[in-house]
């Protein structure tokens, strides 16, 4: 039985998990309406969580990463489970991505949107219109059905901690503030306790690390880290905020590329987040800093981020798990991190429920599928680069003259040939599986293609830059 489960990091990771983890135990609401990517079960909630402890462990002196982000739409049903909204975190709706000039260096925008309804018969109506007559991406995206009331959201990272911290504690979560510097192991190689940097030991049944790159924990357990810097070249961004003044009002997250990599705009209430991703085999960071200055016309004071893109092949391990940028991070395209992390949690209930109620859990399964996802989006986020004609730089030059990934080339061959990529989005499946959804669905993949231009009765693309 877990009785004791403590939680290193105190960033969105930290306390997005403690959270999910003490609804469950305090039976506040029905676990499947706020744990995130959770199927909807009627009437269920999580046996056997009664009188499990919560302790999150966290510096002050540790900088949390954020500065403004996109989720996807489960965010949503997370912050009304809890009695929150947007307006909590001075956030804003996010009816999906703009993408603008990757087809080519002015050929304007394509848009990734979040749909619901019929979405069977909704996508299959698309798929033929467009390819039986080769229609405009404006005139497919006419036709999409945009919610307005269902959406994902814009956070302000800081705010949204606060608030999570705030009704932690309430709920009975045992809030450390202090650092992780080491660990104690069992004889079976899971985890005892954790030392603190005034050394005292904090026991504990089951251990979550949500400290981001550094992996106090994960680095000490017996996974691999899986290097994709050969694949995904972005490894850099420079961030900041620019006031809301100056930008006119809009529900998307702006993905606009530049020489050497893009740059998000993440509108919050009263500033627009701003970050530059790119790859520094290509352009230096002073380099990145003028060109951001230039889109912005304004000389930026910006944070520096670093990450080498990869992934844990074991986010869960003995008596621990890896959740948010622990786990992996390809790069900020698509809210990947939200994604996963999303995943994350939601599995890590799963395992929980398992262990206290005696249930075969496949451990080994549940981290393949999590590998699994990333490869999905992975390769996704890779073929906004892949599918780009633009050649003004030596970054998108070196896309343009290396071949389609063989992934890539299958998803868009089983799209002309069978009009879709997977039966259905949603993927429930049976109790003591892994927990989530194949992504991206259908759809997302049929808007990017129709954005940038492949003709569906040749598989040929149109034009060049």
């Not at 660990?183 to 979550?208: A, M, P």
């Not at 529900?251 to 530059?276: E, F, M, R």
């Not at 393949?368 to 030596?394: H, P, Q």
């Amino acid at each position: 039985m877990v009785k004791d489960i403590v939680i290193v990091g105190g960033g969105a990771a930290g306390w997005m998990t403690a959270i999910n983890l003490l609804v469950n135990i305090n039976n506040l609401i029905e676990a499947s309406t706020i744990t995130f990517g959770r199927p909807p079960i009627k009437n269920k909630s999580i046996k056997n969580f009664d009188n499990i402890k919560v302790t999150l462990i966290a510096s002050e002196d540790i900088p949390v990463i954020g500065v403004g982000e996109g989720t996807l739409p489960d965010m949503q049903h997370f912050l009304g489970g809890l009695n929150l909204n947007v307006d909590d975190i001075n956030g804003t709706k996010k009816l999906g991505i703009e993408y603008i000039n990757w087809y080519s260096k002015s050929s304007g925008s394509w848009y990734h949107p979040f749909t619901f309804g019929d979405f069977d018969t909704h996508y299959n109506n698309l798929f033929y219109k467009y390819k039986n007559n080769n229609l405009t991406f404006e005139e497919v995206f006419s036709d999409i059905a945009v919610s307005k009331e269902k959406h994902g959201c814009h956070i302000e990272v800081s705010k949204l901690i606060s608030k999570l911290k705030s009704k932690c504690i309430d709920m009975g979560c045992n809030f450390i503030t202090n650092t992780v510097k080491d660990c104690k192991f069992n004889d079976d190689k899971s985890i005892k306790s954790v030392i603190l940097n005034d050394n005292t030991e904090i026991r504990g049944d089951y251990f979550v690390d949500c400290t981001g790159f550094r992996r106090v924990l994960m680095s000490k357990m017996e996974t691999t880290f899986i290097d994709l810097s050969d694949k995904f070249l972005c490894n850099s961004a420079i961030a900041t905020h620019i006031d809301l003044k100056n930008e006119k009002e809009y529900h998307w997250t702006k993905c606009t590329a530049l020489s050497s990599g893009w740059v998000w705009n993440i509108p919050l209430q009263d500033k627009v987040g701003i970050g530059y991703v790119y790859s520094d085999k290509f352009i230096s960071d002073d380099d990145a800093k003028k060109e951001l200055n230039e889109y912005l016309n304004i000389e930026g004071d910006y944070q520096l981020l670093k990450w080498t893109p990869g992934i844990l092949k074991e986010p869960f391990v003995k008596n621990c798990a890896a959740v948010g940028l622990s786990a992996g991070f390809i790069e900020p395209m698509e809210a990947t991190n939200h994604g996963a992390q999303s995943l994350l949690i939601s599995n890590l209930v799963n395992i929980l429920d398992g262990i206290n109620n005696k249930r075969n859990i496949d451990i080994d399964r549940i981290n393949e599928y999590i590998r699994t996802w990333y490869d999905n989006i992975g390769n996704f986020i890779l073929s906004n680069y892949f599918l780009s004609k633009r050649i003004d730089s030596n970054f998108w030059q070196y896309f343009n003259n290396t071949e389609l990934p063989k992934d890539i080339k299958n998803i868009i061959n089983m799209l002309f040939e069978m009009g879709e990529i997977c039966g259905h989005p949603n993927v429930l499946l049976a109790k003591g599986a892994p927990i989530g959804q194949i992504a991206p669905t259908n759809l997302s993949w049929f808007v990017k293609l129709v954005g940038y231009h492949i003709n569906y009765k040749t598989g040929d693309f149109d034009g060049n830059d």
